[in-house]
């Protein structure tokens, strides 16, 4: 796998694409996706030799955010994805491109109350059936933080406060990573 | 006449015994072959990211002890270097914990195979195996005890090291007992591998193949008996394991009888880091020098003012960190453990999120069992080794 090639055809789908600092972060890239461009991602990403290491949500303000975590073995390469559900709480499912995602997206429509469009058995995993509308994991009104204050802030002095931290300029995740793993 | 026939559902667990805790299948049956199999979890859920979110950093420790409770010590490892890789403290980690790490969690992938060929030969029906398993079983649970005072929920990383030294002589001990494990993996091989009834009852069940793995995210001992070489300690290496000298076994039977034999090589293979961990092993700290953030030692906490007053702070407001978010995974003896924390820059994590290896494996079950037998459920089971613990967290 290039990883070149497969950053270029992540272009079309994506927002933002990132190159993080492995050894800071546990993760290689950092990809913003639209709700919409997620199965064509997912779809990419498997055809590419990526597994789905996993899929949860994290409640912040504006939207729920869904966060997919890839990893892939040769390269040893990680990658972070994330987009917000739509205003009605639905993201469309991966479950039939990664058979393992089918789980982790009914454990987080447990958690979130997500709805995973075209799922094909969303029904209650981790919880009871009768607590279906529980939703544990999401945040009170006073609790919710906005979603750049949970992100890694720019190092040093900011010349002007940023949604999206840049990438350390030191990073180097590729020479960083071939060093370790020598 | 044509047969009128028609398929029986049956519910197996969660009051099993061997479906290795509460685990609930829902058994399709044509005769003795299963047409559909339906896991069924959550029966242990106790919400453990939801209670991590309203404790401190130090205070969700023990909580990780009760995922995988046959491997205590890994879960602590995991979530004890995520910390670290929040706050930026991994290259402070002095080498002594770095190494008593390293043997702890070796020791624990031991323990937990351990438990694994146990009761895996076990529901099989070999007996005696379960016997000699939990022989050497005990003698890890009697170190377990020695060095952190309980004998399953160890609770002994912290965060920037570890609770407390090793004690006096215990390294010896370790040592000599470590050394004997090659020949009991020679006596469960002697007692299994050439065994007819035990290969009739492995060798082509429960197969999965390499792609379907990968699509599940399978990892563990069952990727690699799928052919597929992936083991973290080598490919993102993390608590110093890249100085240490073994090998990652690999087979391609696919199959339960080479996920029995990548197990049994994995002991070998913790033997080998156990001891060269062992060689390397000197005298030296075994706290970081963050004392904003470390616990410090008990003896200086009753005999001067200013640990004390560390001491007070960081047990009744924790630490904080900045904001950001950080992935750790480790090589857990079941598979992938990892853990997402995003922080706030508060004491508490904003979410954090456990990649459990079990959780992920027993999606393969109903592939691994749809049309085969109904006796192959139990044997796929015991091969995937799950521990319901970390899959309902």
Same mark, same amino acid.
Request: aromatic share 8%; hydrophobic share 40%.
């Given at each position: 796998?290039?990883?070149?090639?497969?950053? *270029?055809?992540?272009?079309?789908?994506?927002?933002?694409?990132?190159?993080?600092?492995?050894?800071?972060?546990?993760?290689?890239?950092?990809?913003?996706?639209?709700?919409?461009?997620?199965?064509?991602?997912?779809?990419?990403?498997?055809?590419?030799?990526?597994?789905?290491?996993?899929?949860?949500?994290?409640?912040?303000?504006?939207?729920?955010?869904? &966060?997919?975590?890839?990893?892939?073995?040769?390269?040893?390469?990680?990658?972070?994805?994330?987009?917000? &559900?739509? #205003?009605?709480?639905?993201?469309?499912?991966?479950? #039939?491109?990664?058979?393992?995602?089918?789980?982790?997206?009914?454990?987080?429509?447990?958690?979130?109350?997500?709805?995973?469009?075209?799922?094909?058995?969303?029904?209650?995993?981790?919880?009871?059936?009768?607590?279906?509308?529980?939703?544990?994991?999401?945040?009170?009104?006073?609790?919710?933080?906005?979603?750049?204050?949970?992100? @890694?802030?720019?190092?040093?002095?900011?010349?002007?406060?940023?949604?999206?931290?840049?990438?350390?300029?030191?990073?180097?995740?590729?020479?960083?990573?071939?060093?370790?793993?020598? | 006449?044509?047969?009128?026939?028609?398929?029986?559902?049956?519910?197996?667990?969660?009051?099993?015994?061997?479906?290795?805790?509460?685990?609930?299948?829902?058994?399709?049956?044509?005769?003795?072959?299963?047409?559909?199999?339906?896991?069924?979890?959550?029966?242990?859920?106790?919400?453990?990211?939801?209670?991590?979110?309203?404790?401190?950093?130090?205070?969700?420790?023990?909580?990780? #002890?009760?995922?995988?409770?046959?491997?205590?010590?890994?879960?602590?490892?995991?979530?004890?270097?995520?910390?670290?890789?929040?706050?930026?403290?991994?290259?402070?980690?002095?080498?002594? &914990?770095?190494?008593?790490?390293?043997?702890?969690?070796?020791?624990?992938?031991?323990?937990?195979?351990?438990?694994?060929?146990?009761?895996?030969?076990?529901?099989?029906?070999?007996?005696?195996?379960?016997?000699?398993?939990?022989? %050497?079983?005990?003698? +890890?649970?009697?170190?377990? %005890?020695?060095?952190?005072?309980?004998?399953?929920?160890?609770?002994?990383?912290?965060?920037?090291?570890?609770?407390?030294?090793?004690?006096?002589?215990?390294?010896?001990?370790?040592?000599?007992?470590?050394?004997?494990?090659?020949?009991? &993996?020679?006596?469960?091989?002697?007692?299994?591998?050439?065994?007819?009834?035990?290969?009739?009852?492995?060798? *082509? $069940?429960?197969?999965?193949?390499?792609?379907?793995?990968?699509?599940?995210?399978? =990892?563990?001992?069952?990727?690699?008996?799928?052919?597929?070489?992936?083991?973290? @300690?080598?490919?993102?290496?993390?608590?110093?394991?890249?100085?240490?000298?073994? #090998?990652?076994?690999?087979? =391609? *039977?696919?199959?339960?009888?080479? @996920?029995?034999?990548?197990?049994?090589?994995?002991?070998?293979?913790?033997?080998? +880091?156990?001891?060269?961990?062992?060689?390397?092993?000197?005298?030296?700290?075994?706290?970081?020098?963050?004392?904003?953030?470390?616990?410090?030692?008990?003896?200086?906490?009753?005999?001067?003012?200013?640990?004390?007053?560390?001491?007070?702070?960081? $047990?009744?407001?924790?630490?904080?960190?900045?904001?950001?978010?950080?992935?750790? *995974?480790?090589?857990?003896?079941?598979?992938?453990?990892?853990?997402?924390? +995003?922080?706030?820059?508060?004491?508490?994590?904003?979410?954090?999120?456990?990649?459990?290896?079990?959780?992920?494996?027993?999606?393969?079950?109903?592939?691994?069992?749809?049309?085969?037998?109904?006796?192959?459920? +139990?044997?796929?089971?015991?091969?995937?080794?799950?521990?319901?613990?970390?899959?309902? @967290?």
């Amino acid at each position: 796998m290039d990883i070149n090639k497969v950053k *270029g055809q992540w272009q079309n789908l994506s927002t933002v694409i990132e190159d993080i600092d492995y050894s800071v972060s546990g993760h290689d890239y950092n990809v913003c996706l639209d709700h919409e461009k997620v199965r064509d991602f997912a779809a990419l990403m498997l055809e590419e030799g990526f597994y789905l290491v996993a899929l949860m949500a994290v409640h912040v303000s504006p939207a729920i955010e869904v &966060v997919y975590q890839f990893a892939h073995f040769e390269t040893r390469c990680r990658v972070l994805a994330r987009a917000f &559900v739509d #205003d009605n709480g639905e993201i469309p499912t991966i479950s #039939d491109i990664y058979q393992g995602a089918n789980w982790h997206e009914r454990e987080t429509r447990d958690f979130h109350g997500i709805v995973f469009v075209d799922h094909p058995y969303l029904h209650p995993l981790i919880l009871a059936e009768e607590d279906v509308d529980l939703k544990p994991l999401l945040k009170e009104e006073a609790n919710l933080k906005d979603v750049a204050a949970v992100r @890694r802030q720019p190092p040093e002095p900011a010349p002007e406060p940023k949604a999206k931290p840049e990438p350390k300029p030191e990073a180097k995740p590729e020479a960083v990573k071939s060093q370790e793993q020598s | 006449m044509a047969a009128n026939t028609e398929t029986m559902t049956i519910n197996m667990g969660p009051q099993h015994p061997s479906t290795h805790g509460v685990l609930q299948l829902i058994l399709e049956l044509d005769g003795e072959i299963v047409v559909k199999a339906t896991p069924h979890i959550g029966f242990l859920h106790r919400g453990i990211e939801k209670l991590s979110e309203h404790r401190t950093y130090h205070q969700t420790i023990p909580l990780t #002890d009760r995922l995988d409770y046959l491997a205590p010590m890994s879960n602590n490892l995991g979530y004890v270097l995520a910390v670290e890789k929040l706050l930026g403290i991994t290259d402070e980690i002095p080498e002594r &914990v770095q190494r008593i790490r390293v043997i702890m969690t070796e020791l624990t992938r031991l323990k937990s195979h351990l438990v694994w060929l146990a009761c895996h030969a076990l529901d099989i029906g070999a007996m005696t195996v379960f016997l000699y398993c939990f022989r %050497e079983r005990e003698c +890890i649970t009697d170190i377990y %005890e020695k060095v952190s005072g309980a004998r399953m929920t160890s609770n002994y990383f912290r965060v920037g090291g570890l609770a407390d030294d090793l004690p006096d002589g215990l390294e010896g001990e370790i040592r000599t007992f470590v050394e004997s494990m090659p020949a009991h &993996v020679e006596e469960y091989e002697g007692l299994l591998t050439g065994n007819r009834i035990w290969q009739k009852r492995t060798i *082509g $069940v429960g197969e999965i193949s390499a792609e379907a793995a990968i699509d599940i995210g399978i =990892t563990g001992p069952s990727l690699r008996a799928s052919g597929v070489d992936w083991d973290l @300690r080598r490919d993102n290496p993390y608590c110093g394991y890249e100085d240490y000298d073994f #090998d990652v076994p690999v087979r =391609t *039977g696919c199959d339960t009888f080479d @996920r029995y034999r990548v197990r049994l090589d994995e002991m070998r293979q913790s033997v080998r +880091i156990i001891l060269q961990a062992l060689d390397k092993l000197k005298p030296g700290p075994i706290l970081a020098d963050c004392p904003k953030i470390v616990l410090p030692p008990k003896q200086d906490v009753v005999n001067n003012i200013e640990s004390l007053i560390h001491h007070f702070k960081i $047990v009744t407001e924790g630490f904080k960190t900045e904001p950001g978010e950080i992935y750790q *995974g480790i090589e857990a003896p079941k598979g992938e453990l990892g853990f997402y924390l +995003i922080a706030d820059g508060s004491a508490y994590p904003f979410r954090m999120k456990i990649r459990p290896p079990s959780f992920v494996n027993l999606q393969g079950l109903p592939q691994m069992v749809e049309g085969k037998l109904l006796a192959d459920v +139990i044997a796929v089971i015991g091969t995937l080794d799950i521990v319901l613990g970390e899959i309902d @967290r």
